[in-house]
């Protein structure tokens, strides 16, 4: 099928559906003014309704202001009922009547040739509830003229003296109904008995006298609401729409009834008119879809010509067709020519990627070259020393070298695995900071005093310069952050060599500088050096060390304080400076305490750890301490020691098999045990948040396995503990 074929049927599809709404939208549009012109109807027979009530209520209220006439002067009374009808033209006649119907006054209007006194039942209401009653439609004398009398009583003391009426002809009643000459609507006043009180013909409608019977004209049989709208056979035959509304003071309705026909002629011919217009709009789109579809066939089919271009060499860029008129088309040509220069782009960054990717994979056989060699000289030094102490005897000197050996190593073991587990758990985003306000000069002087004592950075100088910093920060993972600073600066530093440390204050901005006279950074280097295991070239007589994960903490420390870190370096040879840039605090610092207590007092402790060599190690270094020390190899078997031997404190290996330690607590205290100790969790991760996990398990505190016994001894002490890896807070997060 052809494109113009396509414009044509697109055009179909959406006529045809607008066609379809148009018409659900014409009727709708047919209902909806059909409502309008019954909501008007119904307007206009509430608001007649309204005048004949007010009508009503003047006649009642002008015959009680005349209730103090003489009612027992026929004479006077006739003279004052006189002016009484001169008054108000659409009055027919007046009187004075006794209680008992007797007529004892009585005028006539000039213009009524026939005189009607109100029903004896009209007269009796009014007597009976002291309060105006209004009559049905009275004929009069040989049923000439139609009469509605208003009656009010006369009271004289406490009893009726007898009662004022006042009648209303048709004519009268006529003049409160809307007269107008075009008026598509016929307009009834109907009394509470049906009987037509006054009439107003439609423009061009049949007439209908007063006091016929209401059954004639329009009016719906059930009327249970005060006012109503309904469709019903006219006095024509033909199908009207009535309104009517009636009083609920005297009981009269007001009826409008307008031919539907009226209403259906001009919607008609308005629905007429739009179908017309309609049809004229699917024409010229008919019309227009043909020119618009040659025009773009002619231009598809020049896209022919380019595509056969392109497949030859350097066909797009000779290809000289003309531009058409048509953006669409044009663009597909232009598509087609960059698409050669796009493929070529692509291939480019494939390239790129599978570069990075082989870089990416030298990092991490790099990163694993180097953890062997972290861990092969240690197990080296554990498996000779652990041979030497098989062969030697217990107590001789090589004997305690060895053991000496297997100390060092351990914790050097230990701390590798840990500065693992710490990388993954920054680099993933579940560290867990606990801020408060500390002065990041004595975190610095902390943390480099602590590098001296561990012998870190011997045969280096060391310039330190701080002053008072202030900052909101958590203060082990700011030490964590100098420690790898000063430790990388050393690494990287020959002996003799310089390292500067600096804190100071800029502003709102508290900055930390750790400078070194090392190696330097390469150019290329230096944009990556906060990468995951990223390192330079080692110094030749310095020991290397380091997995190249320090940095890239440093890097997501800082950034979790809302800091940056960044190096710079004039290149190989000139040494390199990292400087950290953290928020400064207006918080208060509180006074640092540098001073460990003295060592605890000798306590009751047992041990739950179901791996043997673990727990007698502890075991007899707790001993050592003086201590007195139980132990337990399983979960059940801590309870019933507990239980039985309440120690004061009890020290439980999370990861026990077949068995939650997290809640050793509720079984306690769930079992009535007394005197539950203080527990202490040991757990394989030395983070902050699997230490707040123990303790929101019941744990009172947690250490990091291997237990180190001189943050144990100075927590049993009740002193602070320094803020290293492995360090233990207290229940305020210190």
Do not use: C
Request: proline share 5%; glycine share 10%; no cysteine.
């Amino acid at each position: 099928m052809r494109i113009r074929t396509h414009f044509v049927v697109l055009v179909l599809a959406v006529l045809v559906p607008v066609a379809l709404l148009a018409a659900v939208g014409a009727m709708r549009v047919w209902q909806l003014q059909q409502q309008e012109r019954e909501r008007q109807l119904a307007g206009q027979v509430h608001a007649v309704r309204v005048a004949i009530d007010n009508e009503i209520a003047a006649t009642a209220r002008l015959l009680q202001d005349a209730a103090d006439l003489p009612v027992d002067d026929p004479q006077a009374a006739t003279q004052r009922l006189q002016r009484l009808v001169r008054l108000d033209p659409a009055w027919a006649m007046a009187g004075v009547a006794a209680p008992d119907g007797r007529v004892l006054a009585h005028v006539r209007s000039g213009r009524v040739g026939v005189d009607a006194t109100p029903d004896a039942a009209t007269i009796r209401a009014a007597v009976d509830t002291r309060a105006p009653a209004i009559s049905g439609a009275l004929a009069g004398p040989d049923r000439s003229g139609v009469f509605a009398f208003v009656v009010v009583p006369v009271v004289r003391g406490e009893a009726p003296a007898g009662v004022l009426y006042a009648g209303v002809d048709a004519a009268g009643w006529s003049r409160a109904l809307p007269n107008d000459a075009t008026a598509p609507a016929t307009l009834d006043l109907i009394d509470r008995n049906g009987v037509v009180l006054a009439h107003v013909a439609a423009s061009g409608g049949p007439t209908a006298p007063a006091g016929r019977d209401a059954a004639s004209p329009p009016l719906p049989a059930d009327r249970g609401a005060a006012d109503g709208v309904a469709r019903m056979s006219g006095l024509d035959g033909a199908p009207s729409t009535v309104a009517y509304s009636t009083s609920p003071a005297s009981g009269w309705t007001v009826v409008a009834s307008m031919p539907a026909a009226d209403g259906e002629r001009a919607l008609a011919g308005t629905g007429l008119v739009a179908a017309a217009a309609l049809a004229a709009i699917a024409l010229l789109a008919l019309l227009v879809a043909t020119m618009l579809g040659g025009r773009v066939a002619r231009a598809v089919r020049s896209l022919g010509g380019v595509a056969q271009s392109l497949g030859e060499p350097d066909g797009a860029a000779r290809d000289d067709s003309p531009r058409t008129d048509i953006a669409e088309v044009d663009d597909v040509r232009d598509a087609m020519r960059r698409s050669a220069a796009e493929m070529r782009r692509r291939e480019a960054d494939a390239n790129a990627v599978r570069e990075a990717a082989q870089q990416a994979n030298v990092a991490k056989d790099r990163f694993l070259a180097m953890l062997a060699h972290e861990m092969r000289n240690p197990l080296a030094a554990l498996a000779n020393a652990s041979a030497a102490l098989d062969n030697g005897e217990p107590a001789s000197e090589a004997a305690m070298r060895g053991r000496a050996t297997l100390h060092r190593q351990a914790q050097h073991l230990t701390r590798i695995v840990n500065d693992l587990l710490d990388a993954a758990r920054i680099t993933s985003g579940e560290v867990v900071l606990v801020r408060h306000v500390v002065d990041l000069a004595v975190v610095v002087v902390h943390a480099v005093e602590g590098l001296k004592d561990a012998g870190r950075l011997s045969q280096l100088a060391l310039d330190m310069r701080v002053e008072h910093a202030p900052v909101l920060g958590d203060e082990m993972r700011l030490a964590q952050v100098v420690t790898n600073l000063v430790e990388n600066a050393g690494r990287y530093t020959p002996p003799g060599g310089r390292i500067g440390v600096r804190v100071g204050v800029q502003g709102d901005v508290v900055v930390l500088e750790v400078s070194d006279t090392g190696a330097g950074i390469e150019p290329a280097l230096l944009p990556h050096v906060f990468d995951l295991f990223v390192q330079g070239e080692h110094a030749v007589d310095r020991a290397p060390g380091g997995l190249g994960i320090g940095l890239p903490a440093v890097r997501r420390l800082v950034e979790l304080h809302g800091g940056t870190a960044t190096a710079r370096s004039e290149g190989p040879g000139h040494g390199a400076t990292f400087e950290v840039r953290l928020p400064r605090s207006a918080g208060h610092v509180a006074a640092a305490d540098t001073q460990l207590l003295a060592a605890a007092t000798p306590l009751r402790i047992l041990i739950v750890d179901d791996h043997a060599d673990a727990r007698e190690s502890l075991r007899a270094l707790l001993e050592q301490d003086g201590h007195r020390v139980d132990v337990a190899a399983d979960g059940p078997t801590g309870i019933a020691r507990i239980r039985a031997e309440r120690p004061d404190v009890a020290i439980v290996d999370l990861a026990l098999r077949r068995f939650d330690a997290r809640a050793l607590r509720r079984s306690l205290q769930d079992d009535g045990a007394d005197g539950v100790p203080t527990l202490v969790a040991l757990t394989g991760y030395g983070g902050s948040d699997n230490r707040a996990d123990a303790r929101a398990a019941g744990f009172d505190h947690a250490f990091a396995k291997p237990l180190d016994m001189a943050a144990f001894r100075a927590w049993l002490a009740g002193g602070r503990v320094a803020p290293v890896a492995d360090a233990v807070l207290d229940d305020q997060g210190r």
